[in-house]
T-cell receptor, first 112, second 117 residues
């Protein structure tokens, strides 16, 4: 059974620090990897998507994918209190039918 | 970017009535749509996956006769909560998966907050 594992947290970091969020998955045929941010009472919003091994940077966010080790991570540099949210890892298994597996999310708290 | 519209954003109903929530992909064709439920301070819980033109696949513990899902077109899926009860009060969110530039993307609706009196 395909699984996506995330530490539920809460992960607490001081303002300005680097927050590191990790996600592991069980199936080697995974093709698409997404990180979503969800504020309390709101819908998730896409932060990053990554499809090939290596790093992908967008502003303060960097997604890292290592297919051999079956993990994907999200780094948030210069963390701000506004980054406090739950971060969802979603793995796609390709195709047009949207075979997606959801992690349960990691709660991040950035302390001023 | 692609947008998923969900309606209504909030609804209050009496116990025993049915409530329909719509989820539309506005500028792309969604081959798959997902429905979630989220109780306060809890994780997003996947309820069901629906592919256009076929029956929805429900997650374990979700009653298919209570939560009716219809995905009649590539841009619209509906969730009907039948005979709603106070314990069904929750935040319901849909998401739509479509192909953009040959890669899949998942977009979430804004959510619908249901309160059953």
């Amino acid at each position: 059974q395909k699984e996506v594992e995330q530490n539920s947290g809460p992960l607490s970091v001081p303002e300005g620090a680097i927050a590191s969020l990790n996600c592991t998955y069980s199936d080697r045929v995974s093709q698409s990897f997404f990180w979503y941010r969800q504020y309390s009472g709101k819908s998730p919003e896409l932060i990053m998507s990554i499809y090939s091994n290596g790093d992908k940077e967008d502003g303060r966010f960097t997604a890292q994918l290592n297919k051999a080790s079956q993990y994907v991570s999200l780094l948030i540099r210069d963390s701000q209190p506004s980054d406090s949210a739950t971060y969802l890892c979603v793995i796609g298994y390709g195709g047009s039918q949207g075979n997606l597996i959801f992690g349960k999310g990691t709660k991040l708290s950035v302390k001023p | 970017g692609a947008v998923v519209s969900q309606h209504p954003s909030w609804v209050i109903c009496k116990s025993g009535t049915s409530v329909k929530i719509e989820c539309r992909s506005l500028d792309f064709q969604a081959t798959t749509m997902f429905w979630y439920r989220q109780f306060p301070k809890q994780s997003l819980m996947l309820m069901a996956t629906s592919n256009e033109g076929s029956k929805a696949t429900y997650e374990q513990g979700v009653e298919k006769d209570k939560f009716l899902i219809n995905h009649a077109s590539l841009t619209l899926s509906t969730l009907t909560v039948t005979s709603a009860h106070p314990e069904d009060s929750s935040f319901y969110i849909c998401s739509a998966y479509g192909l953009a530039d040959n890669t899949g993307e998942l977009f979430f609706g804004e959510g619908s907050r249901l309160t059953v009196l």
